[in-house]
């Protein structure tokens, strides 16, 4: 069980260094309303394209979200945090319930120098092996390939 649960954590931990996206292949942007973690019907239409470009593809799905670094008040940077979870929540939602098989990783940007609400979605082209330790990261519906 202790062996199981290291090999585990190196794999989350060689993912997260592996996340880099040296192919990247923009999909646009999300905007979020003020203080709403729902998106526009429009972009889920650009979901469904990405979902239908990348669904054979070897690679894996990143969603970025910054949070401005200039806030002060300390109760108004964990709401923040807290809305920026869930809107990547929302997203990662939408692709779930499409069947969308492919590994997705996401990444809270915390030094944005700019007050914004917009998810970046990028597909990052992998090696078959790099697909591999991406899918590690990804809900437990999906499998390794």
């Not at 260094?17 to 889920?44: H, L, M, T, V, W």
């Not at 809107?87 to 944005?112: C, G, M, W």
Request: charged share 25%; with cysteine; hydrophobic share 35%.
């Amino acid at each position: 069980m202790k062996r199981l649960l290291l090999v585990m954590l190196s794999c989350l931990f060689t993912a997260q260094a592996g996340a880099a996206c040296p192919q990247n292949i923009s999909f646009g942007d999300i905007p979020f309303e003020k203080n709403s973690s729902y998106f526009d019907s429009r972009y889920a239409k650009q979901l469904q394209q990405l979902i239908e470009k990348t669904q054979t593809d070897s690679g894996y799905l990143l969603l970025e979200f910054p949070l401005f670094k200039g806030e002060t008040d300390k109760k108004l940077r964990e709401y923040n945090f807290w809305l920026a979870n869930r809107r990547i929540e929302r997203v990662k939602s939408f692709l779930t319930k499409a069947d969308y098989n492919q590994p997705v990783v996401t990444k809270l940007l915390t030094a944005s120098k700019e007050d914004t609400r917009t998810l970046s979605i990028h597909w990052c082209q992998q090696s078959e092996q790099a697909t591999i330790i991406a899918s590690t990261t990804a809900p437990a519906h999906q499998q390794l390939k």
